[in-house]
């Protein structure tokens, strides 16, 4: 079979595809077993791999392939193949594995031997790193490496994992030894709060934003996507006021624009408002209950969309401004 990857075959792979400047990340697909055991079945490789054995059979590959697609459809773990977009060639792969209760995933990845010392692994931890925080439930990255594999050590610095403890390990390719290792880990990123009594160093932002309650008592919350700050946090709809406008006409807009929903500004009833300091300025929130709007919510502007039961509301990791509210709607709803 060929080295260049069967196009029809990886259009119909379920699953995401994320890219960056040289390569395209997508699900694996029966079709790459061939290349995938070529690439694998190398004792550099799998001696740094506690899962892979040596030698690593072709059938092996089909089996794991096979069983990384049943492990995306139980949402147990996100693999994808890493494929360099100039020559549509599998060159790798990496992955997250999620721990029970999807509050934290575990990263790996690994390249053939050929595209060593080219930057691809970090490229593509950061792509799977950023991706994962953004649209998975988690708040931490681990990752477990052999004791001599100095290369993945600077990935993951590069990439802000730091050492969270040092073990052994079984390694497949090695039977009945453990090897040492090491532990990284990297908790999501959330906006730094700055001393209350600071002086802001860019004035007071002033958002607006709207609790809005079905007909079950339920609040939608919005999720904010990949590529803006404070990617993966869930925030109340809302954004910020432009000159002249009042909180009630800035939300009529931003849900408008955000969600598709006409509301009418004298639908908003006035609830709390929130006032934090974050570093870099000062945020200063007011806080409106609306229950009648026409339309359905669409997320038009890549987030996703939940309706939450108040007793919940605590589940969703939000925004340092955001947080404080929910036993307020909680006691409230």
């Given at each position: 079979?060929?080295?260049?990857?069967?196009?029809?075959?990886?259009?119909?792979?379920?699953?995401?595809?994320?890219?960056?400047?040289?390569?395209?990340?997508?699900?694996?697909?029966?079709?790459?077993?061939?290349?995938?055991?070529?690439?694998?079945?190398?004792?550099?490789?799998?001696?740094?791999?506690?899962?892979?054995?040596?030698?690593?059979?072709?059938?092996?590959?089909?089996?794991?392939?096979?069983?990384?697609?049943?492990?995306?459809?139980?949402?147990?773990?996100?693999?994808?193949?890493?494929?360099?977009?100039?020559?549509?060639?599998?060159?790798?792969?990496?992955?997250?594995?999620?721990?029970?209760?999807?509050?934290?995933?575990?990263?790996?990845?690994?390249?053939?031997?050929?595209?060593?010392?080219?930057?691809?692994?970090?490229?593509?931890?950061?792509?799977?790193?950023?991706?994962?925080?953004?649209?998975?439930?988690?708040?931490?990255?681990?990752?477990?490496?052999?004791?001599?594999?100095?290369?993945?050590f600077a990935v993951l610095h590069r990439l802000g994992f730091a050492v969270s403890g040092k073990g052994t390990k079984s390694f497949m390719c090695r039977p009945g030894q453990k090897l040492p290792v090491k532990h990284f880990t990297r908790e999501r990123e959330l906006p730094a709060s700055a001393s209350v009594n600071a002086e802001p160093k860019a004035g007071v932002l002033l958002v607006a934003a709207a609790a809005l309650i079905d007909a079950q008592g339920r609040v939608l919350l919005a999720r904010r996507p990949e590529g803006k700050k404070m990617a993966g946090l869930w925030e109340f709809p809302g954004g910020k006021m432009e000159p002249g406008e009042t909180p009630e006409v800035a939300l009529a807009r931003e849900l408008r624009e955000e969600l598709g929903l006409e509301v009418a500004p004298g639908d908003f009833a006035p609830f709390v408002f929130a006032s934090h300091a974050y570093e870099g300025f000062h945020l200063l929130m007011p806080v409106f209950l609306c229950r009648r709007w026409k339309g359905e919510p669409v997320a038009r502007e890549g987030q996703k969309l939940a309706w939450v039961a108040p007793d919940h509301l605590a589940e969703y990791p939000m925004p340092p401004a955001d947080r404080p509210l929910i036993p307020m709607l909680r006691d409230f709803l």
């Open positions: 079979m060929s080295d260049i990857l069967d196009s029809t075959v990886q259009e119909i792979a379920p699953g995401p595809v994320l890219r960056t400047t040289r390569l395209e990340l997508r699900p694996l697909h029966a079709g790459d077993a061939p290349h995938f055991h070529r690439l694998i079945n190398d004792w550099e490789i799998c001696r740094r791999l506690p899962d892979a054995p040596f030698p690593y059979s072709a059938q092996l590959a089909e089996e794991w392939i096979a069983a990384a697609a049943a492990d995306r459809a139980a949402h147990h773990a996100e693999h994808f193949a890493l494929v360099d977009v100039g020559t549509s060639t599998l060159i790798g792969c990496v992955g997250l594995r999620l721990a029970r209760g999807h509050k934290s995933a575990e990263l790996g990845y690994w390249l053939g031997r050929a595209h060593w010392g080219q930057g691809y692994a970090l490229e593509a931890a950061r792509r799977v790193t950023e991706w994962a925080f953004a649209a998975l439930p988690i708040g931490q990255i681990t990752a477990t490496v052999a004791a001599d594999n100095e290369a993945s």
